[in-house]
Every structure is written in structure tokens, then in C-alpha cells.
T-cell receptor, first 113, second 110 residues
Framework: DAMVIQNPRYQVTQFGKPVTLSCSQTLNHNVMYWYQQKSSQAPKLLFHYYDKDFNNEADTPDNFQSRRPNTSFCFLDIRSPGLGDAAMYLC????????????FGPGTRLTVL | QKEVEQDPGPLSVPEGAIVSLNCTYSNSAFQYFMWYRQYSRKGPELLMYTYSSGNKEDGRFTAQVDKSSKYISLFIRDSQPSDSATYLCATPNSGYALNFGKGTSLLVTP
């Protein structure tokens, strides 16, 4: 089945210790997204890639970076995690012509100690 | 004012009830309106979407948009315990971002 896969499902890190979350997709979609979702809140878009073009949301902190080495993979790097970065991180994909139809992975729950 | 407003609930109904979930939005330029369903500890999945005004039906689910009042609704008929989840309404902005509501938590009790 075509899908969006996120690893790891759960990640524990220490305050200030860099962490990388990964996402892969078998849907062959042009666009990949990273969302942050805190408890009882709406998912918040951090950035997205249209093919290799990176698009950062205006209010995404510099602490968050992303890489997309190829169509299938995308990484979220948090350079110096703070306690406020504890959240569920969701990766999603879509076709360029249908950005309203986004396919989400199961998420990575990040805990910062 | 947030782009999309949604009552977070929680909403608890008995099995078989008709459920009505609602959102309001602020930007009259929005054309696509989506409903995502999110089970606990899972990512959201697209349930259905509508374009412009009107109704769209898919099995027990009906999505309705009233652009004159900027109101979107999702109706679930004959609700089942398996419908227990958080339902998020969303609209796309001018780029690729989706403006999500906070989600309404629904519990259907047997």
C-alpha cells in the first residue's frame, strides 16, 4: 500500500540536544510538509517542499530546519530542542495540483527532558 | 481572528445518533473545505472535501458548506463507536498550507 512512513514513532531527547526526525513516502508526491501539533491544538505548518524548493512559514523558528535529499525522503532537524518543542510532528504529502488533499504519516511524538 | 474556528468539544453521543460538527471561517476567498479525521496517536486522514457551496454525501457522512454565513458542517448519520475520533475542519490558504480548526473530539458510546 502506498503510504507515508515516519520514524521513529517516539523520540525522547534532552534539552538542547539536536534531534532528527525522518519521513518517507511511496506515493511519489511532489509536495512534502512538516506540521507541529501540540496537545489539543490544530496542526501548524512549519515548512513544505515543492520538489526541491523549500518554503518556510514566516513564524517557524530558526531552530527548525529541513532537508529533502530526494523525492521519497524528508527530514526535520531540531537544532537545540527546548521544552516548548515537545509535540507531535506530522509529515504529509500531496500532489502539486491537489494541495487540499494531504496524506499524513502517523507522526513522531517528541519528548524533551 | 483565526482563519478557522472550531468548537473543541468533547462531544459524547450514544451509538446510532446523528452527529453535527461545525466550523466557521473568516476568508470569503476560500473555495475548498476539508474534513480530516484523526484517531488517537495517529495522523489525520482526509475524510471528505467540498468545493464552493453545497452538500456532498459519502455513505453516512455529509459535508455542507454555506458560504453566505462562512459556515461548514459535517453530519454523521447512524454514528458508530468506530467514529470516535477528533474531527478537524480545514481550508487551504493561497499557498499549500492548510488552515486547520482545533478539532472536535467525538465519543460514540455503545
Amino acid at each position: 500500500d502506498a503510504m507515508v512512513i515516519q520514524n521513529p514513532r517516539y523520540q525522547v531527547t534532552q534539552f538542547g540536544k539536536p534531534v532528527t526526525l525522518s519521513c518517507s513516502q511511496t506515493l511519489n508526491h511532489n509536495v512534502m510538509y512538516w506540521y507541529q501539533q501540540k496537545s489539543s491544538q490544530a496542526p501548524k505548518l512549519l515548512f513544505h517542499y515543492y520538489d526541491k524548493d523549500f518554503n518556510n512559514e514566516a513564524d517557524t523558528p530558526d531552530n527548525f530546519q529541513s532537508r529533502r535529499p530526494n523525492t521519497s525522503f524528508c527530514f526535520l532537524d531540531i537544532r537545540s530542542p527546548g521544552l516548548g518543542d515537545a509535540a507531535m510532528y506530522l509529515c504529509a504529502t500531496s500532489r502539486a495540483q491537489a494541495g487540499y488533499e494531504q496524506f499524513f504519516g502517523p507522526g513522531t511524538r517528541l519528548t524533551v527532558l | 481572528q483565526k482563519e478557522v474556528e472550531q468548537d473543541p468539544g468533547p462531544l459524547s453521543v450514544p451509538e446510532g445518533a446523528i452527529v453535527s460538527l461545525n466550523c466557521t471561517y473568516s476568508n470569503s476567498a476560500f473555495q475548498y473545505f476539508m474534513w480530516y479525521r484523526q484517531y488517537s496517536r495517529k495522523g489525520p486522514e482526509l475524510l471528505m472535501y467540498t468545493y464552493s457551496s453545497g452538500n456532498k454525501e459519502d455513505g453516512r457522512f455529509t459535508a455542507q458548506v454555506d458560504k453566505s454565513s462562512k459556515y461548514i458542517s459535517l453530519f454523521i448519520r447512524d454514528s458508530q463507536p468506530s467514529d470516535s475520533a477528533t474531527y478537524l475542519c480545514a481550508t487551504p490558504n493561497s499557498g499549500y498550507a492548510l488552515n486547520f480548526g482545533k478539532g472536535t473530539s467525538l465519543l460514540v458510546t455503545p
